[in-house]
């Protein structure tokens, strides 16, 4: 079942912060976060794995609730670089699936 | 490391045809790799989840006899796109994880496969 992801499109000013949801209707093993840039292939960004979990590098941090159903990505004064489509993908039964993605635009 | 290399990257046949797209795990072995689907501007949908040695996993609505998925070595999957026809033109990507890097390591892709079928 894939993740639902939200919002679908956000476009932001250099130096703006950026939230990206991704929930599913059960416990996941774990959600992973992707960004693609156009015509490119996704590139891992972080794994979650623990309920309650929050990492990140550099600015940009996700959280994982305790409940293991709801990732978030945060983004902080994003830079041009950071533009691009932003997946969550979610772990179950030994498959991966993805959210419909989030179309990120940072402007200068 | 884990590097994984799909070829080819673009691809155009006539209607009719097979295709086969490879992708290979460089610097690791990959017991298991999937293959995904994206039309675009949209998310990658998975169609199968190939396994090394044994019969791949097809998501429900996938044709299993026409996307033939060959998993024969650690290292490498096939996915040939059997009597394509137009409408099985989109970008075609596989996925991969090393598994001895530990578990906070995701999946690496390969470049994809923009496979149009004239």
């Known amino acids: 079942q894939q993740p639902v992801q939200s919002p679908q499109a956000v476009i932001l000013r250099e130096g703006e912060d950026a939230v990206i949801n991704c929930s599913s209707s059960k416990a996941l093993y774990s959600v992973h976060w992707y960004r693609q840039k156009h015509g490119e292939a996704p590139v891992f960004l972080m794994i979650l794995l623990k309920g309650g979990e929050q990492k990140g590098h550099d600015k940009i941090s996700a959280s994982f609730n305790e409940k293991k159903q709801q990732s978030s990505l945060y983004l902080t004064a994003s830079q041009l670089s950071y533009s691009g489509t932003y997946f969550c993908?979610?772990?179950?039964?030994?498959?991966?699936?993805f959210g419909a993605g989030t179309r990120l635009t940072v402007k200068p | 490391g884990a590097v994984v290399s799909q070829h080819p990257s673009r691809v155009i046949c006539k209607s009719g045809t097979s295709v086969k797209i490879e992708c290979r795990s460089l610097d690791f072995q990959a017991t298991t790799m999937f293959w995904y689907r994206q039309f675009p501007k949209q998310s990658l949908m998975l169609m199968a989840t190939s396994n090394e040695g044994s019969k791949a996993t097809y998501e429900q609505g996938v044709e299993k006899d026409k996307f033939l998925i060959n998993h024969a070595s650690l290292t490498l999957s096939t996915l040939t796109v059997t009597s394509a026809h137009p409408e099985d033109s989109s970008f075609y990507i596989c996925?991969?994880?090393?598994?001895?890097?530990?578990?906070?390591?995701?999946?690496?892709f390969g470049s994809g496969t923009r496979l149009t079928v004239v």
């Open positions: 996925s991969a994880r090393d598994l001895l890097k530990g578990v906070n390591y995701g999946y690496t």
């Open positions: 993908g979610t772990e179950d039964n030994n498959d991966m699936r």
